[in-house]
């Protein structure tokens, strides 16, 4: 049974950190392209960024380069996203998933996760 669980969301200032975990099961995690993706009220959900397996390249939306940096441990079948300089356009909630490459799409089984919610504001 595939579970994908996201945690480390929170509400912080502008200009705050926050580090994003991804904990999976039931998957061969070591050989999977993840990445994560966010959804803010009103707008479609974007990919934000994807970490591959093959070559192990990292890839990021331009609105976070710079900013966010994405991690695996496949010891632990776990990937992070470690998020600083936080603006509130960052404010959304946040999924892991399979994704594809540079695209930063999601791979048609994705296995979502359930999300975790980060919130920006003064």
């Known amino acids: 049974q595939v579970q994908v669980v996201e945690s480390g969301g929170g509400s912080v200032q502008p200009g705050g950190s926050l580090n994003l975990s991804c904990t999976t099961s039931g998957l061969p995690f070591n050989v999977m392209s993840m990445g994560w993706f966010r959804q803010a009220p009103g707008k479609e959900r974007e990919g934000v960024s994807c970490?591959?397996?093959?070559?192990?390249?990292?890839y990021y939306a331009d609105s976070v380069k710079g900013r966010f940096t994405i991690s695996r441990d496949n010891d632990k079948n776990t990937l992070y996203l470690q998020m600083n300089s936080l603006k509130p356009d960052d404010t959304a909630i946040y999924y892991c998933a399979r994704c594809t490459g540079s695209k930063l799409t999601a791979a048609a089984n994705a296995y979502w996760g359930q999300g975790t919610r980060v919130t920006v504001s003064a």
């Open positions: 970490f591959t397996w093959t070559g192990e390249y990292t």
